[in-house]
């Protein structure tokens, strides 16, 4: 199937963790993100990449880091997570800006 | 400061009848504006567009108006069926690849 994919779909974990959370798309677009969509229900943009390339990296923690090791993958790891980090994380793609994001399904990330 | 608002957290409307979704932006940059539909757990899917240079978009029983001087969209559905059921969110972008998104509508289509 085509589609974006990200695992894994559930994470639960004390503070103080490191966790890493995978997405990858097999649409061959060029540019992907990452969402958060916290407990209001508000999606935020927290970084995109294009080809490889950071391009958007909006106000977040250090202690989140993207790593694109090809086009079709985006990674994103969390150090020292905290109880705040709670949220529902998005990964998506889109071949270009007018064409809107092809989402993933999420990531239900609990921190304890 | 948020710069797409849905002020209505929720919609009901009868099958058949139509729904109207509304979203309001305060950035004049914005140039792009897109819908999506949601359902629990599942990622949000994009439903239609539009750019500021038109002001109505059709896409079978979804159409989306933007008025530029009020700073506002609104997505129509007609006619509303169950399976429309969902979260829709509304998203704007001023040129580049970020959007940023309202905080959704639920709408509930009553059999």
């Known amino acids: 199937d085509t589609a974006v994919s990200q695992t894994p779909k559930y994470l639960v974990t004390q503070m103080g963790n490191d966790k890493s959370i995978k997405c990858e798309q097999n649409?061959?677009?060029?540019?992907m993100y990452w969402y958060k969509q916290d407990s209001k229900k508000f999606l935020k943009i927290m970084f995109s990449?294009?080809?490889?390339?950071?391009?958007i990296n909006e106000t977040v923690p250090n202690r989140f880091s993207p790593k694109s090791p090809d086009k079709a993958h985006l990674n994103l790891h969390i150090n020292s997570l905290e109880l705040g980090d709670s949220a529902v994380y998005f990964c998506?793609?889109?071949?270009?800006?007018?064409?809107?994001?092809?989402f993933g399904s999420g990531t239900r990330l609990t921190v304890v | 400061d948020q710069q797409v608002k849905q002020n209505s957290p929720s919609l009901s409307v009868q099958e058949g009848r139509i729904s109207i979704l509304n979203c309001d932006y305060t950035?004049?940059?914005?140039?792009?504006f897109l819908w999506y539909k949601k359902y629990p757990a599942e990622g949000p899917t994009f439903l239609i567009s539009?750019?500021?240079?038109?002001d109505k978009n059709e896409d079978g029983r979804f159409t989306v108006f933007l008025n530029k001087s009020a700073k506002h969209l609104s997505l129509h559905i007609v006619p509303s069926q169950p399976g429309d059921s969902a979260v829709y969110f509304c998203?704007?972008?001023?040129?580049?690849?970020?959007?940023?998104f309202g905080t959704g509508t639920r709408l509930k289509v009553l059999a």
């Open positions: 998506a793609s889109s071949p270009l800006r007018d064409y809107g994001y092809t």
């Open positions: 649409l061959g677009h060029d540019t």
């Open positions: 990449y294009n080809n490889k390339e950071l391009i």
């Open positions: 950035n004049s940059m914005f140039d792009y």
């Open positions: 539009i750019s500021s240079i038109k």
């Open positions: 998203a704007a972008s001023e040129g580049t690849y970020k959007y940023i």
